[in-house]
């Protein structure tokens, strides 16, 4: 006949204890909220009130707001926390890594990045009003080369702003485009 014997703290430590433990002091703002992780990843927008357009060939720091609550590196990120990070540079556009969350007065690091945001053709440059003005210098073009090979007409006159417009949308640069409510979905790394 064996024996066992329970020491008194075990007891008093047990994992449901401290998880009511841990609960209260979240509770009472003592601690972050606890919870348990659902999926590895969050989605977030841009903190920034205007749409972004960026180079895809450098890095740029901007801050995300999380747009629902989530877990990232065992953190639990509450929706509305700001998410620190940067874009960089990857193939086909840009991908945001996340470094760090800050909420109420909690900072914590954490390792996170986006799929890549493909870039496009910059949407400033290929406007109706960027199209215009590429037709008109084309034109331009085209009527002082008439007038230095020969009488200007309206061939040639056409011929530049045709030009203009094929190589101002083809020498358009590439850029991504972040739009404040579009959403950006970062996965535990």
Do not use: C, W
């Not at 969050?42 to 960026?54: D, G, H, M, N, P």
């Not at 639990?76 to 926390?81: K, R, T």
């Not at 007065?105 to 996170?112: E, F, G, K, N, P």
Request: glycine residues 10%.
């Amino acid at each position: 006949m064996s024996t066992t014997t329970h020491h008194p703290l075990k007891k008093i430590f047990s994992i449901s204890s401290l998880t009511t433990f841990a609960l209260i002091l979240g509770s009472l703002g003592l601690s972050p909220p606890v919870g348990l992780a659902q999926s590895r990843s969050i989605t977030a927008t841009s903190a920034q009130l205007e749409t972004l357009y960026l180079n895809n060939n450098r890095s740029y720091s901007y801050n995300l707001i999380a747009a629902n609550r989530g877990v990232i590196d065992r953190i639990v990120i509450p929706q509305g926390a700001t998410i620190v990070g940067k874009y960089v540079p990857a193939k086909g556009g840009l991908r945001y890594i996340a470094e760090a969350v800050t909420y109420d007065r909690y900072s914590y690091r954490i390792s996170a990045s986006s799929s890549v945001l493909e870039d496009v053709k910059d949407p400033r440059d290929t406007s109706a009003g960027a199209i215009a003005e590429d037709a008109a210098i084309g034109a331009a073009g085209g009527t002082i080369l008439g007038e230095i090979f020969g009488d200007a007409d309206v061939k040639e006159i056409l011929g530049g702003a045709a030009a203009g417009v094929v190589v101002g949308n083809v020498t358009a640069d590439r850029v991504v485009v972040i739009d404040p409510k579009a959403p950006i979905v970062l996965y535990d790394n």
